[in-house]
């Protein structure tokens, strides 16, 4: 079964990049074709897909993201990470790193996020 496991700080100031690292183990994040996700949650809104990366390395980006948020991965570690850089109070929320595979959904247990000076 795969399990994802998200890190990193839980407060990060204004104006600083948020990084976080999702650590998956029973597969593989270069199994075809998947794409493995960074998605939020902030305090009483809905789900944001952030943007993926896939199998092969390419990355996608939610549009209102883009400028700010880069996704990379450590096939030797098996892990894929998340910068959102020039974060603002906006950018709390539970991250959460997912993928969909052989026809089931995947979630971290989400971690939460603030920024706060």
């Known amino acids: 079964q795969v399990q994802l496991q998200e890190s990193g700080p839980g407060l990060v100031k204004p104006s600083q990049t948020l990084s976080l690292t999702c650590t998956v183990s029973?597969?593989?994040?270069?199994?075809?074709?998947?794409?493995w996700s960074w998605i939020r949650q902030p305090p009483g809104k809905g789900l944001e897909w952030m943007g993926a990366?896939?199998?092969?390395?390419?990355?996608y980006y939610s549009p209102s993201l883009k400028s700010r948020t880069s996704i990379s991965r450590d096939t030797s570690k098996n892990q894929f990470s998340l910068q959102v850089t020039s974060v603002t109070p906006e950018d709390t929320a539970v991250y959460y790193c997912?993928?969909?595979?052989?026809?089931?959904?995947?979630w971290g247990q989400g971690t939460q996020v603030t920024v706060s000076s």
């Open positions: 990366i896939n199998y092969d390395g390419k990355t």
């Open positions: 997912y993928v969909g595979m052989f026809g089931q959904n995947y």
């Open positions: 029973g597969g593989s994040i270069t199994l075809l074709y998947y794409a």
